[in-house]
């Protein structure tokens, strides 16, 4: 099991461009969830879903966009990029609620110019 | 959501026991008591969790007090390989239904030879 994946690893962008990041759970897992992570922070939760076709929104939603189209799939979009969103994006998946453990993926590290 | 508190950094001799503390004083009674560390450079972990007895792994010991108003994190023997920053957290038991974890600055732990 390759467990949760992240891609890209790495992405610069202007002001202004758009992007998606990707991220892939191979565990058959209802539960996925975005975080970011500004430097010194702990992590914040931008969207998350609890089911295929469902999302919701975290503490720090504004200027992201998220689809959860196949359940193994959890795409966090930004349409017009700022600044104050070059942060590392970790997503996470679980199976269930309150006892079930989270599982991280490495991270996506966004630098925007 | 509940919060917790915890110090800012701990420092550790390896080959010794470290007691990481966590006060979660507004606690509610489904309200479970998770763990995780990060490690330099890489996304959260899981440690441990517990909701009122005291949990063994074979990571760490988790101590619950009996008001469980407050935890302790207990690493046997510390190793250069858990410095990291450990983080307590209370997974949302409310009715919000969501189990999404509220990360707060964590602990960071440093660990000498």
């Known amino acids: 099991n390759a467990g949760v994946t992240q891609t890209p690893k790495f992405r610069v962008l202007k002001t202004g461009q758009s992007m998606t990041l990707l991220c892939a759970q191979d565990?058959?897992?209802?539960?996925m969830y975005w975080y970011r992570q500004d430097p010194g922070m702990g992590l914040r939760l931008i969207h998350y879903?609890?089911?295929?076709?469902?999302?919701a929104k975290g503490e720090v939603p504004d200027g992201y966009n998220v689809s959860r189209l196949k359940k193994q799939n959890f795409l966090l979009g930004l349409e017009s990029a700022a600044p104050s969103q070059t942060s590392v994006y970790f997503c996470?998946?679980?199976?269930?609620?309150?006892?079930?453990?989270?599982?991280f993926g490495p991270g996506t590290r966004l630098l925007v110019l | 959501d509940a919060k917790t508190t915890q110090p800012n950094s701990m420092e550790s001799n390896e080959e010794e026991p470290v007691h990481l503390p966590c006060n979660h004083s507004?606690?509610?009674?489904?309200?479970?008591i998770h763990w995780y560390r990060q490690l330099p450079s890489q996304g959260p972990e899981y440690v441990i969790h517990?909701?009122?007895s005291n949990v063994n792994n074979r990571m760490a010991s988790l101590a619950i007090a009996e008001d469980r108003k407050s935890s302790t994190l207990i690493l046997h023997r510390a190793t250069l390989r858990d410095a990291a920053v450990y983080y307590c957290?209370?997974?949302?038991?409310?009715?919000?239904?969501?189990?999404?974890?509220?990360f707060g600055q964590g602990t960071t732990l440093q660990v000498k030879p």
């Open positions: 996470a998946s679980s199976q269930g609620l309150y006892q079930e453990t989270q599982y």
């Open positions: 957290i209370l997974r949302d038991g409310g009715s919000s239904n969501t189990g999404k974890l509220i």
């Open positions: 565990m058959n897992h209802e539960y």
């Open positions: 507004t606690i509610s009674g489904t309200d479970y």
């Open positions: 879903s609890v089911g295929e076709g469902t999302t």
């Open positions: 517990g909701l009122t």
